[in-house]
């Protein structure tokens, strides 16, 4: 515990003031009229490399953000953040946080959807956004043993997210197919952002998304894609749990795990000027 309240001085008095993310966050919050009270850090170490005089330290930085907005409306923002530190003679020489881990979960061979590969299925269902919501509370920053975990999660924690809320699964066994999840096999769209993306757009029974205009239109229980460099190629997904004093989303998310992170993704180190972001209304009549 003293050695992690050594590093976490050390990362919030010298290397993350100069962190490219944490001034957009800063800027950001000044933007919304939020207010950061107050920052707690936890720390769980992994991992420890050492040869010659140096050592690498690799752990997970939970920080807890206590955040005011327009001077009434109190809410808790959460991340897990992956951390590596290095050492020489017992000297800390660089400190810093990995860098965001994009979708590439079998990136080469995943189409994107198309309705005409789907069999015909004429299920309709009422989405539970409550039950969504409680699942993505539940398990943001864990993951439920019943399934599959991708060392890229985000795709595949959205869908455990829309499962809990009742959207039928179909396709199965074919992977390219639909969107489902059975004896730890799925599909594409179950797992990889750009597949989700698209079977989005593409589905016209069962799970299907409408495609809006602007985020705050967004209810709890919908989706939000990121397309981070702006190439067409659709690299995270989150879901919707709750909405600011602004009204805008907050979101939950697994790979940087991530609980009533503001939609907008500007505090991410994946993030770049050119990010393109697709809205989805889940379980439109």
Not at 148 to 168: E, I, K, M, W
Request: charged residues 25%; proline residues 3%.
């Amino acid at each position: 515990m003293e050695r992690f309240k050594k590093l976490w001085f050390h990362m919030f008095t010298r290397e993350l003031s100069e962190e490219k993310w944490w001034m957009r966050k800063i800027n950001l919050c000044k933007q919304r009229g939020v207010e950061i009270v107050r920052i707690r850090g936890s720390g769980r170490f992994y991992r420890q490399l050492c040869y010659d005089r140096k050592r690498l330290l690799q752990y997970h930085l939970h920080l807890t953000f206590f955040l005011k907005q327009k001077g009434a409306y109190f809410y808790i923002e959460e991340c897990v953040l992956p951390v590596q530190c290095y050492f020489e003679d017992g000297e800390i020489i660089k400190h810093k946080i990995c860098s965001f881990k994009q979708d590439n979960n079998q990136q080469q061979d995943t189409p994107a959807f198309k309705e005409s590969n789907i069999l015909s299925y004429n299920k309709r269902f009422s989405y539970d956004r409550r039950s969504a919501v409680q699942y993505a509370e539940r398990w943001w920053n864990s993951y439920n043993p019943s399934f599959h975990r991708f060392s890229v999660d985000c795709t595949n924690y959205v869908s455990q997210c829309l499962l809990a809320g009742g959207a039928p699964m179909r396709g199965v066994p074919d992977r390219s197919h639909g969107w489902w999840y059975k004896d730890n096999n799925w599909s594409y769209s179950w797992a990889v952002a750009h597949s989700l993306r698209w079977y989005l757009s593409g589905s016209t029974e069962g799970l299907k998304g409408k495609e809006i205009e602007s985020a705050d239109q967004l209810k709890p229980g919908d989706i939000i894609c990121y397309d981070f460099s702006g190439d067409g190629r659709w690299d995270h997904t989150t879901i919707v749990v709750s909405k600011d004093a602004n009204n805008m989303p907050l979101v939950n998310a697994h790979t940087d795990n991530s609980r009533h992170r503001y939609w907008s993704y500007e505090d991410s180190t994946a993030w770049t000027p050119y990010i393109q972001y697709k809205f989805f209304q889940i379980g439109h009549s």
